[in-house]
T-cell receptor
Framework: DAKTTQPNSMESNEEEPVHLPCNHSTISGTDYIHWYRQLPSQGPEYVIHGLTSNVNNRMASLAIAEDRKSSTLILHRATLRDAAVYYCILMGGAQKLVFGQGTRLTINP | NAGVTQTPKFQVLKTGQSMTLQCAQDMNHEYMSWYRQDPGMGLRLIHYSVGAGITDQGEVPNGYNVSRSTTEDFPLRLLSAAPSQTSVYFC?????????????????FGPGTRLTVL
């Protein structure tokens, strides 16, 4: 399975934008980039996904590099409720999600 | 829809005991899976199923059994509990196999079962 690399932790302030990076240099042409997040004491929840083009939804934006070897999850105005572990996952031919350790995001009031 | 439900929420077992963790979904999803999450770690796949009657092993299957007799239910059985199986267990489901191309399906996770084996 193609691997992703994320920083272990990041910190930001409430109501400021947050950019969470993910490197995936071995991504294949058919792999989709998915982001999930896990709030404290809860199961993971879907955030956003994309293939080549940048994507927006009500939760976040996903910016994908032109060579697809990296991507960035953007939270436009972080709130305290966005404090979570964020996972960047590649989904392609394998019949399973592979979760790394993710990035623990702390939001300061 | 209730989504993905798991029971029990908490369980304490003694070494050697067996038990079944229950998982059910009411979204008519074909794909279901079980993960474990140890403290400070990401999720690791135990077993998965692409439909009723079909199951396969994930990354860490030893010590666990699964079966899928209906679309809705996917129980996870611990055969003889060991302290190394102390973990939080998550069940997940999706409409289709996440490995299919295009891989656009999203996974829905249950709230988890916190298991302690003494």
């Amino acid at each position: 399975d193609a691997k992703t690399t994320q920083p272990n932790s990041m910190e930001s302030n409430e109501e400021e934008p947050v950019h969470l990076p993910c490197n995936h240099s071995t991504i294949s042409g058919t792999d989709y980039i998915h982001w999930y997040r896990q709030l404290p004491s809860q199961g993971p929840e879907y955030v956003i996904h994309g293939l080549t083009s940048n994507v927006n939804n009500r939760m976040a934006s996903l910016a994908i590099a032109e060579d697809r070897k990296s991507s960035t999850l953007i939270l436009h105005r972080a709130t305290l409720r966005d404090a979570a572990v964020y996972y960047c996952i590649l989904m392609g031919g394998a019949q399973k999600l592979v979760f790394g350790q993710g990035t623990r995001l702390t939001i300061n009031p | 829809n209730a989504g993905v439900t798991q029971t029990p929420k908490f369980q304490v077992l003694k070494t050697g005991q067996s038990m079944t963790l229950q998982c059910a979904q009411d979204m008519n999803h074909e794909y279901m899976s079980w993960y474990r999450q140890d403290p400070g770690m990401g999720l690791r796949l135990i077993h998965y199923s692409v439909g009723a009657g079909i199951t396969d092993q994930g990354e860490v299957p030893n010590g666990y059994n699964v079966s899928r007799s209906t679309t809705e239910d996917f129980p996870l059985r611990l055969l003889s509990a060991a302290p190394s199986q102390t973990s939080v267990y998550f069940c997940a489901s999706s409409y289709s196999n996440p490995g299919q191309t295009p891989s656009t399906d999203t996974q829905y996770f249950g709230p988890g079962t916190r298991l302690t084996v003494l």
